[in-house]
């Protein structure tokens, strides 16, 4: 972005937007719903457009990034497995070279560490092969470094093949959503926090229409246009503001364990299992990360609480909302042998700790420390199939993201310009 667009407002300016609390104010131009970098993306590119524009982001929790931003693995995803051609190969593929060039603007650590995709048996590497041909659709660079060079590169690691991603990295995502937050408030963008939505209208009007918000606390705010990166809340914010959708956000838990500080050399690489189709994510993978731990991790298990980082967190109203809605019985019927393979890896370490000695078979119990995890919005359509893609929701009036899950961190900044430009074709 141009750097003359963050010094329009002074840094005590700034400060008086940046507050919670009750709020009534005139009109502004754009309300941004969810401040992970999804949300801040766009409103960092409607600035870009226009930098005159009154925005709002309003945020529920009380910082930046509280959410799926702020609890995944800090990749930077190069765009390997995504179908050639969809918005996720698309947009990950520009979001890699764009995430990079705001680090480095703006200092945000980051390292382009490299990804090595490792193949254990003949299967797999029969679907490596599939891997590698994807790759070159969407216009990623790899190499297939075999079996030799991955002894080479990471001598605790062991496979038949590997295929190896150069341009794929490491960087700390709650750090940049930070970073970003701060560089639009300087730019005179209000962040309000504490603000969680609960009513959206919107209304036709001489002159043009305009979308009210009114917050739990009996804040309320006008604009023009309203756009919704709400991610875990992504559907009862669209239901909210009356938008018949054919999904629901079922939360899947993925969780993580850190290995000890002494085993914070065992791999120099990202370290990812091929694939299995049977299953519906990437599997358990070794991550080092900007902050130089090595995690192993996640799996994929149902999560009882959308929000609910902490082991054993329950929330009776998320539970039930999954549990009334036929699409999620259909998902669950499809895929039972997964749901149970990954139910037990959670409650039993050593199921996990078989899954990573498929390819790291020096890992021992005492290896699985400190345990953390991350919750994936999963939108679910009614017939019980996963939506693969990015997938937006809008009105006259609003834009809202109904799915984002990962590489939506990698991508935000080109979603943010894909969203503002829709919204101003709109205008």
Not at 184 to 204: H, Q
Not at 218 to 230: F, K, M, S, T
Not at 325 to 337: E, H, T
Not at 381 to 395: A, L, P, V, W
């Amino acid at each position: 972005m141009n750097g003359s667009v963050f010094a329009l407002h002074s840094a005590g300016e700034a400060a008086d937007r940046a507050t919670s609390g009750k709020v009534r104010r005139d009109m502004d131009d754009y309300l941004v719903i969810g401040a992970g970098l999804v949300g801040l993306a766009t409103a960092r590119a409607i600035l870009e457009k226009i930098p005159e524009a009154r925005i709002t982001v309003l945020e529920k929790a009380s910082d930046v990034a509280t959410g799926q931003t702020g609890h995944n693995s800090g990749v930077i995803h190069a765009g390997i497995y995504y179908a050639p051609g969809s918005l996720k190969a698309e947009l990950c593929r520009q979001g890699r070279i764009e995430t990079v060039e705001f680090c480095e603007r703006y200092g945000v650590p980051y390292s382009l560490v490299g990804k090595l995709i490792v193949a254990t048996d003949q299967t797999a590497k029969t679907r490596l092969d599939d891997l590698e041909r994807r790759s070159i659709e969407n216009r990623i660079v790899v190499e297939r470094i075999g079996a030799g060079g991955l002894a080479e590169l990471e001598p605790n690691v062991q496979g038949v093949d590997a295929l190896l991603s150069p341009t794929t990295g490491i960087v700390d995502y709650r750090r940049m959503a930070s970073v970003m937050g701060d560089e639009l408030v300087k730019a005179g963008v209000t962040l309000r926090f504490n603000a969680e939505v609960v009513s959206i209208v919107e209304e036709d009007g001489i002159g043009g229409g305009v979308v009210r918000v009114r917050s739990a606390d009996g804040g309320e705010w006008a604009a023009r246009h309203l756009v919704a990166c709400a991610g875990l809340q992504a559907d009862r914010i669209a239901g909210i503001a009356g938008i018949d959708i054919d999904f629901r956000i079922v939360p899947f838990r993925g969780e993580y364990f850190d290995l000890p500080p002494e085993r914070n050399d065992f791999v120099s690489h990202l370290i990812y299992p091929v694939p299995d189709p049977s299953m519906p994510f990437l599997g358990v993978h070794i991550s080092p990360t900007i902050d130089g731990r090595v995690t192993v991790g996640p799996n994929a298990v149902l999560g009882w609480s959308r929000e609910g980082y902490r082991r054993g967190s329950v929330r009776p109203s998320d539970v039930l909302d999954f549990a009334t809605y036929g699409g999620f019985w259909k998902m669950a019927s499809r895929n039972l042998r997964p749901a149970v393979i990954e139910l037990k890896n959670s409650l039993l370490k050593s199921g996990y700790l078989q899954e990573c000695r498929k390819y790291a078979s020096t890992l021992t119990m005492k290896d699985l420390g400190a345990r953390s995890a991350g919750i994936r919005a999963q939108a679910v359509r009614r017939d019980g199939s996963f939506i693969e893609d990015f997938q937006f929701e809008s009105t006259q009036r609003q834009i809202h993201v109904g799915n984002a899950p990962s590489p939506a961190a990698t991508s935000s900044i080109p979603i943010g310009r894909m969203i503002a430009e829709r919204m101003f074709a709109r205008a």
